[in-house]
């Protein structure tokens, strides 16, 4: 079983208008449309949360999915260390923030990421975790999953794309640092007797974490 292990990304040595940048998140746009990354994501708001909680959607990005679920009515803001995007709406907030320092999500009952928490290492995942917990209320993961299959599927995928050489070295380094089972839910410190989650791979290497508070008003199906 391959161990996790978080490197550095090359996208973050990279101003967020650089082209590498710029091409990275063009192939990002296509693996999270052939993944069915922000489906899953906003089908499972839809079907979990509690229509009009506050969202915050941690590194936010070109803001997509966000725009995308204020569309159909949900308060997302986003969260992301680049700035806001020309097309955010005026009336969402952009937190130009970096996720480990972050200190507002007393205002958020769901708090969401998609290809995010692999980043950081176990500790920084534990206290980024003590903090969500403050006022939330459902947590949403779409991360990588950890197998060295999910690996060579990429390497088969990457020329189809055309993708670059920083998404061809991001993508192995996201991979390795991924989660199996219940290893996410645990680095975030969520605690059995006040969570209760769901975690799932998908066939093309997606891991999903569906975690909800015990007393919460609304209960998954």
Not at 12 to 31: M, Q, T
Not at 69 to 77: A, E, F, K, Y
Not at 125 to 142: D, E, F, H, W, Y
């Amino acid at each position: 079983m391959m161990s996790r292990i978080v490197h550095a990304e090359l996208l973050d040595s990279l101003p967020h208008d650089h082209p590498d940048a710029r091409d990275n998140r063009r192939d990002l746009c296509l693996i999270n449309a052939v993944m069915g990354n922000h489906r899953w994501l906003a089908r499972t708001l839809q079907a979990h949360a509690s229509s009009g909680s506050p969202g915050l959607e941690l590194g936010a990005g070109m803001g997509e999915l966000a725009r995308r679920l204020r569309r159909n009515g949900w308060p997302v803001d986003g969260l992301d260390v680049c700035p806001a995007p020309a097309t955010w709406p005026p009336e969402a907030r952009w937190h130009r923030a970096d996720l480990r320092t972050f200190t507002g999500f007393d205002g958020y009952e769901v708090v969401y990421g998609n290809l995010i928490f692999h980043q950081f290492s176990a500790s920084e995942l534990q206290a980024v975790g003590n903090r969500m917990q403050t006022r939330a209320q459902l947590i949403l993961a779409c991360e990588p999953a950890r197998h060295r299959q999910s690996q060579w599927m990429f390497r088969l995928f990457a020329p189809l794309i055309g993708a670059n050489h920083v998404s061809r070295h991001d993508a192995n380094v996201s991979i390795a640092a991924g989660f199996r089972g219940d290893e996410l839910p645990g680095l975030l410190g969520l605690e059995p007797e006040r969570w209760t989650w769901r975690c799932t791979t998908t066939l093309l290497g997606a891991y999903h974490l569906i975690a909800w508070r015990r007393e919460t008003k609304w209960i998954p199906a």
